[in-house]
Structure formats: structure tokens, C-alpha cells
């Protein structure tokens, strides 16, 4: 059974670094993996969605990779904004499921 | 606007009232989608449907009912809710399944008394 685990589960930085997110699952077969962004209260915002024959995709200040064989994923924000401070999922795809991460809750501090 | 919309937005029932969450996406997608978020348990699916009149279970499917009689509509049923049932519930949807883009509704908060 597919498990998606975030690390860490929560994160503070000053405004203007450079800082990954990590996501970790033990099935290699998924069809693809996709970032969310989640603020209080809120639905999730798809971010990025990157295919299982992908390595990465980019959107902006977000850079998001994949490498099936070791089972991570992460997601690099660049100059990270105040703005930013959310909570990201990320999740897997396989046979019509979508597995979910625990998330990790960014606050990124003015 | 293309968007997945949920109604009721927040529900307070009691235990045993039939109750339904209606979920509609305008985006023509096939694949639609329901799951809970829960404290500490995270995003868990609870039914998914690759089609018009193709339902298929999630992780936690248990005391929840779907149909997909039209293309655009998704509800949730719960037939006789109980506390445990009380979450954060989305509906998302995308283009043709899993390997698509998924879209999420803005949710909705169910407390079951």
C-alpha cells in the first residue's frame, strides 16, 4: 500500500531564502505526482503535476522534481515571500487513487 | 470561471439525519473525486468515478454514498452520519483521471453532533 510522507511536518524561514520541501512515497508506480498548496481554511491549489516520465517541472519561483527509483520528490520556492507561507501537500497518483502526504507548513517571516 | 463548487459550504447535523453534499464542476472533466482531511490523518479519498455511472471506492468509503448520474455532478451521501463523520470534505475533479491535473472545491465543514 502506496505511503506518502512530508518532511518536516512544519517550517519557518526568514523572507527571501531559497528552501525545499520534501516528499517521500514507497510505490515507484505511479502515474504522477502532483504539489498543492493549502491555506487555512481553504481548498487546495494545484501547483505543479509532474508525470511519471517527467524530472521536473517549473512554474515560476516553484522548481518541483521527481525520481521514481528513490521514491522522493521535492519542491524548491526560491526567494521565498511572505505570501507563500501555506501548507503543501503533495500526492501520488496510481489506479484512480490519489494518496496524500501529511503536508508541511511553511511560515515565511517579513 | 472554471471551478469546482460544493454545497453546503458548512453543515451542523445530528446523528442519524440523512444529509447530502452536493459537488459540480463546469470543466466538461470526466474524473471526479471525494475526500476527507482529518487532523493527524491527513487527505483520504472516499470515492472516485472515472465516468457517468462509473463509482469506484477510496481508502475510507465506509458510511458514504455517491452517484454519478450526470457528468458534471458528484454527490456525497451519508445516510445515517455519525460523529466520526464530522471533517473537512473536497470534492476535486479533473480531465480524464488520474494521470490529469486535479481541481478542488473549496470544501466543506460537516459537524455531526
Known amino acids: 500500500k502506496q505511503e506518502v510522507t512530508q518532511i518536516p511536518a512544519a517550517l519557518s524561514v526568514p523572507e527571501g531564502e531559497n528552501l525545499v520541501l520534501n516528499c517521500s512515497f514507497t510505490?515507484?508506480?505511479?502515474?504522477?505526482l502532483q504539489w498543492f498548496r493549502q491555506d487555512p481554511g481553504k481548498g487546495l491549489t494545484s501547483l505543479l503535476l509532474i508525470q511519471s516520465s517527467q524530472r521536473e517541472q517549473t512554474s515560476g519561483r516553484l522548481n518541483a522534481s521527481l525520481d521514481k527509483s528513490s521514491g522522493r520528490s521535492t519542491l524548491y520556492i526560491a526567494a521565498s515571500q511572505p505570501g507563500d507561507s501555506a501548507t503543501y501537500l503533495c500526492?501520488?497518483?496510481?489506479?484512480?487513487?490519489?494518496?496524500f502526504g501529511q503536508g508541511t507548513t511553511l511560515q515565511v517571516k517579513p | 470561471e472554471a471551478q469546482v463548487t460544493q454545497n453546503p459550504r458548512y453543515l451542523i447535523t445530528v446523528t442519524g439525519k440523512k444529509l447530502t453534499v452536493t459537488c459540480s464542476q463546469n470543466m466538461n472533466h470526466e474524473y471526479m473525486s471525494w475526500y476527507r482531511q482529518d487532523p493527524g490523518l491527513g487527505l483520504r479519498q472516499i470515492y472516485y468515478?472515472?465516468?457517468?455511472?462509473?463509482?469506484d471506492k477510496g481508502d475510507v468509503p465506509e458510511g458514504y454514498k455517491v452517484s454519478r448520474k450526470e457528468k458534471r455532478n458528484f454527490p456525497l451521501i451519508l445516510e445515517s452520519p455519525s460523529p466520526n463523520q464530522t471533517s473537512l470534505y473536497f470534492c476535486a475533479s479533473s480531465l480524464r483521471g488520474r494521470a490529469n491535473e486535479q481541481f478542488f472545491g473549496p470544501g466543506t465543514r460537516l459537524t455531526v453532533l
Open positions: 468515478s472515472m465516468n457517468v455511472e462509473v463509482t
Open positions: 500526492a501520488t497518483s496510481n489506479t484512480g487513487k490519489l494518496i
Open positions: 510505490d515507484s508506480a505511479i502515474y504522477n
